[in-house]
């Protein structure tokens, strides 16, 4: 296990209470009415650090604006009561992180759980332990089809776990705001690439993804769509491009790729997995006209990690962007404010979960002071109702408890020596386009 650090933004020094035979870990919590003590169990190494390193800062930075406005208005207590975080490194193992996830709420007397976004099978443990400890989570965790096929399969769906993120094309229903709008599922952004790609390319297509839950989640419901939409994924109903996460060497898989002539790339896998896939395609003379690599490429540090000039025109989806209009954080803090903490500390272009970190945080802030308590029934309660304008849009929970999150097109485009991940498709009037689609990519 890795501490990443434990402190509070309102006191100096964290104190570890001891466990009291018969009081829960809430309760016992609750009993000091002095603050109010937030876990973080995210990967800050490891395979998905680009995840919990933006995460981490933007829930860091929603802490720092709350408690510099005096801290959390609780009706019960009577007054104002800071938040005080302790954040722990799961290193990216699934294993750590339930195990962790307890270590938060038993031994470190954490009251809630919250995080950016993490890919499912990450979240997955740590809500199965909230759970058991009637603990409120709230954390992005996509897509929406591989979580909830996840939250489904244990013997009563997940209800203390709260998930403002992403589906792929899963429509949301009647009554929600977002039913029938383009822009709140990967598929809207894809859909307005597809078109564009499809006057530019033999409409061939090289599919790629991890087999993992994200990765196969993804390749069973993109390759049928883009299907209808009549291109060619090559070799799809063999599950060509569906590899294990211990694969070294895709030779194979890449000159397949380059005899058929698929000209667009498309792929699901964490960056580190994607890049070594992509460094060998290049070595080997495979050059698609245009790659898109979502979650691959959400992150500026497995990008650069890729080395050289090897992002240069990957496009993502894009998640949260300081381009972001109408979209309030607290005291002030706006979404370029957010980017611009950011890239003073890191310099550093965007982390897209910097904004999720930051929104978690404001959910959460929302239902303690509608619920005027710290009893997680009660903020069970408030979160159904939640309708909040965030630093990343509007949350609206579902009776899934999931909140779809909009969605855009992005790409990365080196200009000069400077990296910037620009909006290059969106359907949202609140997040205006910023560059046109690079093609082919260099």
């Known amino acids: 296990m890795k501490r990443y650090f434990s402190f509070s933004l309102a006191m100096a020094v964290v104190c570890a209470l001891a466990l009291v035979a018969g009081i829960s ?33 933007g829930i860091q930075a929603a802490v720092e604006d709350i408690n510099k406005s005096g801290g959390v208005s609780v009706k019960e207590s009577g007054r ?24 938060l709420i038993l031994r470190d007397k ?26 409120v989570q709230i954390s992005g965790c996509g897509p929406y089809e591989a979580w909830m096929g996840m939250r489904k399969s244990v013997e009563k769906p997940w209800q203390y776990t709260w998930t403002p993120s992403f589906a792929i094309a899963t429509p949301a229903k009647p009554g929600d705001f977002r039913h ?17 790609l499809a006057q530019k390319t033999n409409k061939k297509c090289a599919a790629f993804a991890s087999d993992e839950p994200d990765g196969r989640g993804w390749y069973l419901a993109f390759s049928p769509v883009i299907a209808k939409k009549g291109w060619d994924v090559y070799r799809v109903k063999d599950e060509f491009g569906l590899v294990p996460m211990e694969t070294t060497d895709f030779s194979s898989l890449i000159k397949a790729w380059k005899d058929n002539n698929c000209e667009v790339l498309w792929a699901n896998a964490p960056g580190p997995f994607f ?23 959400l992150f500026f540090s497995d ?7 090897l992002g240069n025109g990957i496009s993502n989806e894009m998640f949260w962007n300081p381009a972001f209009k109408g979209c309030p954080g607290i005291g002030g803090t706006t979404p370029q404010a957010l ?7 890191t310099s550093q272009p965007v982390n897209q979960n910097i904004g999720l970190g930051y929104q978690a945080i404001q959910i959460l802030i929302d239902a303690i002071e509608r619920a005027g308590s710290l009893e997680a029934e009660k903020i069970n309660a408030a979160l159904k109702k939640t309708d909040l304008m965030t630093i990343y849009h509007r949350v609206v929970f579902d009776e899934d408890n999931f909140s779809r999150d909009p969605v855009s097109f992005g790409q990365w485009v080196k200009k000069g020596n400077t990296w910037v991940n620009e909006v290059v498709i969106s359907n949202h009037d609140f997040l205006p386009k910023t560059a046109d ?6």
Not at 25 to 45: F, N, S
Not at 46 to 55: D, R, T
Not at 275 to 295: I, L
Not at 303 to 309: C, I, K, P, Q, S
């Open 180 to 196: 029938g709008k383009l822009g709140y599922s990967m598929m809207d952004s894809w859909t307005g690439a597809l078109d564009e």
């Open 437 to 442: 689609l690079l093609f082919p990519i260099p």
């Open 303 to 309: 990008v650069n990690a890729w080395g050289g000039d």
């Open 110 to 135: 954490v009251q809630f759980i919250v995080n950016g976004m993490d890919p499912p099978h990450m979240r997955a443990p740590i809500a199965g332990v909230c759970e058991r400890y009637k603990v």
């Open 275 to 297: 890049g070594a896939m992509w460094r060998q395609a290049k070595r080997m003379g495979y050059k698609p006209k245009m790659v898109y690599a979502t979650r691959a490429a």
């Open 80 to 103: 104002k009561l800071p938040i005080e975080l302790v954040v722990l490194d799961n290193e990216g193992d699934p294993t750590k992180a339930g195990t962790l996830a307890q270590d």
């Open 25 to 57: 870990p809430l309760q016992q919590a609750e009993g000091a009415a002095d603050k109010i003590k937030v876990g973080v169990c995210t990967g800050l190494t490891g395979p998905h650090a680009g995840f919990g390193q933006g995460g981490v800062f």
């Open 339 to 345: 980017f611009e903490r950011w890239n003073k500390k």
